[in-house]
């Protein structure tokens, strides 16, 4: 059975900085794309980031608008684990933070997962 475990969330002033992992278990996802959603009290969760990694195509990120020139996304194929750097954080980016595979960055763009984390809360005070 496949599991997503994150790691890393937390509270955190405006302005500061944390850092989110995730290591799935049970199985490598080399060749599929990993990310991060969030979903905020009473809204919609949305997509966040993405990675894809493979030998040919190198390396291929994508990030919501919001949280361009902020996050970080990148991964760890040796330790098939996922990272997000979160810098200048702000209070709107107070949210639960899930970790998701898919099998394309495209495919994940537009909502949708294969697999789902649990959650970490992120809360970021004014």
């Known amino acids: 059975q496949v599991q997503l475990t994150e790691s890393g969330g937390g509270l955190v002033q405006a302005g500061g900085s944390l850092r989110l992992s995730c290591a799935p278990f049970?199985?490598?996802?080399?060749?599929?794309?990993m990310g991060w959603f969030r979903q905020a009290p009473g809204k919609e969760r949305e997509f966040v980031a993405g990675?894809?990694?493979?030998?040919?195509?190198?390396?291929?990120?994508a990030y919501a608008d919001s949280v361009k020139d902020r996050f970080i996304i990148d991964r760890d194929n040796a330790k098939n684990t996922v990272y997000l750097q979160m810098y200048s954080l702000k209070p709107e980016d107070t949210a639960v933070y899930f970790c998701?595979?898919?099998?394309?960055?495209?495919?994940?763009?537009?909502?949708?997962?294969?697999?789902w984390g649990q959650g970490t809360q992120v809360t970021v005070s004014s």
């Open positions: 998701s595979v898919e099998r394309t960055l495209a495919s994940m763009r537009r909502g949708h997962a294969e697999y």
């Open positions: 049970g199985r490598t996802f080399s060749n599929y794309a």
């Open positions: 990675i894809t990694w493979d030998a040919w195509n190198g390396i291929n990120t």
